[in-house]
């Protein structure tokens, strides 16, 4: 048995499809039994419940050979760090009750680093705290930018025809796809061939800058003329808390991007087979060009 927490999200949803359609046993954790009906209705097993109810989560790794864990993003939180702390001891807790011996830890890039990092600090503190727990086997997947990110562009490309952030459009790094994440978890959990406490780094399938990523997406899309613009720092901040992400969040995106910016993390790394994965950003843009269309329906359907 797998238990798959995050089973409705990015990587963990990638994760739980895989091991289903392989046939192994899943148990998949979230707050929503309808978004995990469809994998339910394959023969996945659901503990509906939050994470930060260490408990229920305790009885959901119960008899696991493996867990998959992750803090999830909580952007509305008035106080992230505490957020990140509430649900990592939570998570903790319920690997040391429940006598699971391996899991597999979402983590990042830059979560070796202790400070500067926004939100990764949360997740370095994390590692430390899954690090801690005796006799468990702990792999932490550090992967970089998730591809994913970049659907947050959608709405930007239709009203203004640009793609943004505070991130500088010239500065070279590796972005990885979520469902390269997902492939790779899911043979660790399946194999737990790991032991002691470990980290991993997973950086996609090249570096490459974000003028370079919107101009591959702006040629999916037939819209040759579309530009990657970087957002002053403050403009940036307000426009989160526009869009209603909390003041502490916003912050700590902005020193996330200062510091990606500044070569603290995912750039420069060097490759190896080991940490290269398939997917390009030619092949993420069938999925972006694939969701920027839905969104036009979306839209028009709302009009
Ligand atoms: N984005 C990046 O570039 C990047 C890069 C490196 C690392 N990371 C890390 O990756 C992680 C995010 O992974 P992801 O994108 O797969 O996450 P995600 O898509 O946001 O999925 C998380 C899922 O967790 C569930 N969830 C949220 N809060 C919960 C709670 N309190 N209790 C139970 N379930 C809860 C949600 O489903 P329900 O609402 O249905 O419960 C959600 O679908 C973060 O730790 C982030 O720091 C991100």
Known sequence: MIVIAGAAGNVG????????????RVRLIGRDRGKLAGLIARGAEAAVGDLGDSAFLTNAFRGADAVFVLIPPNVGADDFRAYQNR???SIAAAVRNSGVQYVVNLSSQGAHLSKGTGPIVGLHDQEARLNSLPGINVLHLRPTYFMENLLMNIGLI????IMGSAVRGDVRFAMIAARDIAAY??????KRDFSGASAVDLLGQRDLSLNEAAAVIGKKLGRTDLTYVAFPYEDAE????????????SRLYIEMSKA?????????????KENTTPTSIEKFADDFAAAFRASETGSRKIA
């Open 158 to 161: 239709r009203k203004m025809n």
């Open 13 to 24: 949803g990638k994760i739980a499809e895989s091991l289903v359609a392989k046939g192994h």
């Open 185 to 190: 978890a899911a043979e660790r959990l399946v």
């Open 260 to 272: 990606l910016n500044e070569g603290l993390f995912a750039v420069n790394i060097p490759r190896t």
């Open 87 to 89: 649900i990592g001891e």
């Open 238 to 249: 307000k426009g989160m808390t526009a869009m209603g992400l909390s003041a502490d969040i």
